[in-house]
DNA sequence: CTCCGGCGAG
DNA sequence: CTCGCTGGAG
């Protein structure tokens, strides 16, 4: 797996051609938590409004967000889609800061890295990628967040398998990478840019793309 | 595997 | 109008 491949170059690359994205820089940890709660398989531009929403009522910490009664924050939530299930998660995950931590989440992300992952992941609503988007956007701990677009990126140069795991994809950045947190959050943040604006699920950009170097004979792979 | 769901781009 | 979106649970 990962061939002779370095990711650093292939960071270098990207970063070349976009430049910092700047993920979550001005945002409150809180903001950054509840984000990550919101963007599961939706447009970060629809979460943008759900975030607004909450910031407009005052809503900036657990304990104020866990006061609104359910159907309320449905209602707050609803530009982000799916705001029925998402409503009853971020619930769960606030009710987990606010027993675990006493609402405190400068508490909360000073929990061994390992050790707090396994909590989050313990949350109904809270699977691997959301659980590493809050530990690295929101507590700057240096675990590298996978997602869809870094699985087909990487498939489609023959770097991995179609059929790989999560937490198989996520060591294998781990294994190659310095435990840098500002690297994994630019990292996974220009995969991303490249997976919106090249690396489409159908008909992707490769001629123009800035990986084009790194392009299979005959062109991407496709999953069986 | 299906469902959850509003929303913007094309 | 269709498609896909910084997924996860049942």
Redesign the pocket.
Known sequence: MGKDVSLYEIFQRLFERFGPQH??PGETPFEVLVG?VL????????VE?AIERLREAGLTNPKALYSVPETELEELI?????????AR?LRNLLRFCIERYGGSLERMFRTPLKELREEL?S?????????D?ILL?AGNLPTF?V???TH?IFARHGWVDFDID?HTLKDYFESQLEPDTALYNEF??LL?KL??DYC???QPRCEECPLREYLPEGGPYEPV
């Open positions: 993920w979550w990550a963007v599961q398989n939706t447009a970060w531009s629809n409004k609803r530009p982000a889609g799916y705001y029925r299930i998402k998660r992941l949350i109904n609503g809270i699977g691997p990628e959301t659980a988007s956007y967040v997602d869809a677009y087909r999560y996974h943040a991303v997976g919106k489409h699920k159908k």
